[in-house]
């Protein structure tokens, strides 16, 4: 079964610093979808970034990238030059191909607070 | 912000009623997706809609239903409440059959007494 695993429940950076969030997953399929998801204290799921298992380069977007290490199931976020505003909830996802329904499977979560 | 709104946005209800939510899709979207987030969990997800017909459904009874409607808006259905549904009730739209990235509304805090 597809599962993935947030093995970091917090975490503390200090403002203007990097951070990297940890994501393992497990999956027999040979194509799939990872994402990564904030969720601030409101509630609501914002998309950050996407990499396709086929996607031989890593995706960035802004300060936001991530580290795919096929090999290793790993698919790691890391947030450069940190700001306040980044303090809330991470999620990591996995998007079922096969099927068609575009499920997500989402880790526990990490929270992350920035200090001052 | 997504385009994804969700009403209402708080809830009270108490055990064995029935509860509808409702959710509106970003334009051009054709697939709804809910999702159910207990506290300190991540997302589970319940089924999802795509051009007014189920296109999957997760480990959730009966008594969670749904529909979408032709502008591709969608209604979670949840009858006989009990207090373990107490949760945050997500749903997203994406293109494509969920294919696509899916965004998410901001959601509804359900509590169950």
Not at chain 2, 42 to 57: K, L, S, T
Request: proline fraction near 4%.
């Amino acid at each position: 079964a597809q599962k993935i695993t947030q093995t970091q429940p917090g975490m503390f950076v200090q403002e203007k610093e990097a951070v990297t969030l940890d994501c393992t997953y497990d999956t027999s399929d040979q194509s799939y979808g990872l994402f990564w998801y904030k969720q601030p204290s409101s509630g609501e799921m914002i998309f950050l970034i996407y990499q396709g298992s086929y996607d031989e380069q890593n995706a960035t977007e802004g300060r936001y990238s991530l580290n795919f290490q096929k090999a290793r199931k790993s698919a790691n976020l890391v947030i450069s030059a940190s700001q306040l505003g980044d303090s809330a909830m991470y999620f990591c996802a996995m998007r079922e191909v096969p099927g068609n329904t575009g499920k997500l499977i989402f880790g526990q979560g990490t929270t992350l607070q920035v200090k001052p | 912000e997504t385009g994804v709104t969700q009403s209402p946005t708080h809830l009270i209800k108490t055990r064995g009623q029935q509860v509808t939510l409702r959710c509106s899709s970003q334009s051009g979207h054709n697939t709804v997706s809910w999702y159910q987030q207990a506290l300190g969990q991540g997302p589970q997800f319940i089924f999802q809609y795509y051009r007014e017909e189920e296109n999957g459904r997760g480990n959730f009874p009966p008594r969670f239903s749904g529909l979408q409607f032709p502008n591709y808006s969608s209604e979670l259905n949840v009858n006989a409440l009990e207090l373990d549904d107490s949760a945050l009730y997500l749903c997203a739209s994406s293109g494509q059959g969920g294919g696509e990235t899916q965004y998410f509304g901001p959601g509804t805090r359900l509590l169950v007494l």
